[in-house]
């Protein structure tokens, strides 16, 4: 007996779907810098007829808001985002993205196919399409947030992460973002152009955009009703926005602007969502804790209000840096994986201030050097590597994040 057919799926939606106008609306919010990001994109678009351009870099240093922000200045661009509950999935990814495609440029399909998540023929045959009547100097470009988010189990193994075409015609671009991975399992099988930019790469661009950031807060606002032109320090409560907030708590406390920034930027080691919770946690700034994402603003929201309320203790995290942390640790111990070297190596890694190499964990430990590699590798986006002496050395990404899993009681069963 035959099963009855899948049902078909409607194409009635315009633009970018409701919940990514949302999270493109607020990852953008307050941006600063990233030029040099953008000028790399920008010359890899001129350069290559077609191909794949990944921007890299650890957990919370900007990268969802540098796609983003590149989607809010340039509108024509298809917008697919990982990280949302629900959209790590190929069938989900492949048909968003074919009906984005088929809108934007009006082709002629009332329905998508039934089996039409059954591998990347349809998804490819609209790039073809649309590369076909691309006029000279036009470009189709997909912008996916969050690769590092996909659910592998979601396709056959073997399969490229969504589906993504391995060859792309002429015109047609991919602007990626992902946390650090070994190139061999990248879960790509890409012949078309290619380039990966690295944010760790570029440290002093990164404090350079950091300090910006930061001092984008501490630009007093104009007074309203004032025309817009008087910019003297605002008194404590006349409402003037965040930075105004921020101005007024510095200075009811005594905290020099510039030192609060010199230290913060220190404190941040160029991450920007260890900035965004610090300064989203002093009292009133609460428009600042929009740029959590989704799964964490609630905590945040609730308690980030009054964190800092009496002074300003670089060693106390804000709720929703701690909510994003435990995110990390059940990531780094899955439910349904041991954990029989993996608290081992954590340990030497609370433990340890500096970059460590494999051998000495191994030596640490009293185990195998290919025991520490195994969980070393699947944890590399939490890591932070550096060459040292001709061999590669290890350190958890950002200290504050050291020093919270210094307080967490993690069992083995965890």
Avoid at 58 to 82: D, E, F, H, M, R
Avoid at 183 to 209: C, H, M, V, W, Y
Avoid at 366 to 393: C, M, P, R
């Amino acid at each position: 007996m035959n099963s009855p057919p899948k049902p078909r799926t409607a194409i009635n939606s315009r633009g970018h779907p409701t919940e990514f106008e949302q999270i493109i609306q607020e990852k953008s919010l307050n941006f600063v810098g990233r030029e040099f990001v953008f000028t790399a994109i920008n010359n890899f678009l001129d350069r290559d007829r077609h191909g794949y351009f990944t921007i890299i870099g650890a957990p919370g240093s900007g990268k969802s808001a540098i796609l983003a922000k590149y989607v809010t200045n340039n509108p024509q661009v298809i917008y697919y985002n990982a990280e949302l509950e629900g959209k790590n999935r190929a069938d989900e990814f492949i048909i968003n993205i074919c009906t984005q495609l088929i809108n934007q440029y009006s082709l002629n399909y009332t329905f998508l196919p039934d089996n039409v998540t059954e591998g990347s023929w349809f998804f490819s045959s609209l790039l073809q399409q649309i590369s076909d009547e691309l006029e000279p100097h036009q470009k189709l470009i997909i912008a996916i947030d969050g690769l590092n988010c996909i659910d592998r189990n979601s396709q056959p193994p073997g399969t490229n992460l969504f589906y993504l075409p391995r060859y792309l015609p002429d015109g047609v671009y991919f602007l990626l973002t992902r946390r650090p991975f070994l190139r061999e399992k990248s879960g790509l099988l890409i012949e078309t152009p290619s380039q990966s930019l690295d944010l760790a790469d570029f440290p002093e661009e990164n404090r350079r955009d950091i300090q910006a950031y930061i001092q984008n807060y501490l630009t007093p606002l104009p007074y309203e009703g004032r025309g817009g032109q008087d910019y003297s320090p605002p008194l404590v409560g006349e409402g003037l926005g965040e930075r105004s907030n921020l101005i007024s708590w510095l200075s009811n406390h005594q905290i020099n602007e510039q030192e609060f920034c010199d230290r913060t930027t220190t404190l941040s080691e160029n991450n920007f969502m260890y900035v965004s919770q610090i300064i989203g946690a002093i009292p009133s700034l609460r428009d600042a804790t929009r740029t959590v994402s989704f799964s964490t603003r609630r905590s945040a929201n609730a308690n980030a209000e009054n964190f800092y309320l009496e002074s300003f203790e670089s060693n106390q995290l804000p709720p929703g840096l701690e909510a994003y942390y435990q995110q990390h640790l059940h990531k780094m111990f899955p439910p349904e994986e041991g954990t029989e070297h993996s608290i081992d190596v954590l340990n030497v890694f609370i433990q340890q201030q500096k970059a460590i190499s494999v051998d000495a964990i191994a030596n640490i430990i009293n185990t195998d050097e290919y025991e520490v590699e195994e969980v070393l590798e699947s944890w590399l986006e939490f890591l932070h590597q550096e060459q040292i002496a001709g061999e590669i050395h290890y350190s958890l990404y950002h200290s504050s994040f050291r020093h919270w899993l210094g307080t967490q009681q993690i069992q083995s069963d965890y």
